[in-house]
Each structure stands twice: as C-alpha cells, then as structure tokens.
C-alpha cells in the first residue's frame, strides 16, 4: 500500500481570521484558494479569505451583517474572474443575501432576500452555461418552503420555483447542471412519502419535475 501523508498547511488559532469552515475551496486563476469562515472575524459572523498553497492565510472581508452573515455556501468562480456567494443571513431584511467579491477583498451585495423571493440561502451558486447564477434559498417564497432562483451577473434576481412541500420542501443542497442543461437538486423534506424529501429537476426557465 502507498504511504498516506498528510500536512495541516494553516489553523485558525483566533476570531479575527475566521473560525468554523462548512464549505470547500475555490481555486482562482491566480492559482490562489479562496473560501468562507461562518463565524470570526471583526464582527464575529463570517469572513473570505484567501489562501496561498505555500501556507499563507489573507482574511479579505469580514461580515458586518448589513452585507450579510454566516456565508454557508462558500465561493464560486465566475466566467468573469470574479467571486460569487450566498449570506445565510443578514442584508437589509435579515434574511440573507448574495455577494460579489473580488480576489483582492472589494465586495459588492447583489441581492438580498426578503421572504417573499426566499430566505436562508444555505447552498453556494452554480454558474449555468448560459452565464446567469443559480441557486436555492432554504426558506421562504411563496408558500414559505423555500425556492429555486436564477440571478444575472448584475444582481436582478428571478424565482423559479416556489416549493409547496407537496413538491419539495427546504432545499439545501448545491444545484448541479446536468449534460442535458437542466438542473438537479434535492429537497430535505416534502413529497408524496411522508415528507421524506425529493429529488427534482428544474429548466433554466422554471420548469420543475
């Protein structure tokens, strides 16, 4: 058998630097990892940060809360070199938002949520080969069980899919793009069985099955 080695390259020793990872890393072009904390820093509710391969650790924005806070969903990199998230919480209704930052820590808000265009995003964002984001909010929409949404580059922010239990309810995990361009996900309850959860399928356009 091959010998297994393993090397800690950093440890989050301290709040200002981010405490309690939920989500993978991304790799930018610059050959960098960037990723979330969803705790720590200075107000204690969530950082980005940026990591060299060699071992060295940059925190490049902490949450306030008024851009969001508890960023679950870790990053994705976009066609356009820039990084795109979700914020379990925070924004002007308290109920999450979505996030743009950039490789050197400038973060813009795209969109934040409102209860009735969903709530609790806890997924990351899934670039879609037609360039718009999508994503799923855990809560919220219409009949309060959570939605599938779709958001240009520019932050307008379409809903697909209101849940009704009935179809699914409280969406968590990440969406993925089929070969066929649809996207997959699954529900953590709802249904026909009980409320045990699906798995559906949902076109760019919002039709789900």
């Known amino acids: ?67 969001g806070e508890i960023p ?24 999450g938002t979505i996030f743009r930052i950039t490789g050197s820590g400038v973060l813009s808000t795209l969109t934040t949520f409102n209860g009735n265009n969903g709530m609790f995003p806890v997924a990351g964002l899934v670039q879609g080969t037609d360039g718009n984001f999508y994503g799923t909010a855990l809560e919220g929409g219409a009949y309060g069980y959570g939605t599938v949404f779709r958001m240009g580059t520019g932050g307008a922010l379409t809903t697909l899919v209101a849940f009704n239990y009935n179809d699914g309810g409280y969406p968590s995990p990440v969406l993925v793009q089929g070969s066929d361009g649809n996207f997959y996900g699954t529900t953590e309850n709802g249904g026909t069985n009980g409320g045990a959860g699906t798995v559906f399928k949902v076109t760019p356009s919002g039709t789900l099955t």
């Open 72 to 95: 679950y969903g870790g990053l994705v990199l976009g066609k356009d070199g820039f990084f795109y998230g979700t914020a379990f919480e925070g924004g002007t209704y308290g109920d």
């Open 1 to 67: 058998a091959l010998p297994i080695s393993m090397s800690t390259l950093w440890s989050f020793t301290d709040g200002n630097s981010g405490e309690f990872l939920y989500s993978p890393l991304s790799q930018g072009r610059d050959g960098n990892f960037y990723g979330t904390t969803i705790e720590g820093g200075t107000s204690g509710i969530g950082t980005v940060f940026r990591f060299n391969p060699n071992g060295l650790l940059t925190t490049l924005f902490a949450f306030n809360g008024n851009n």
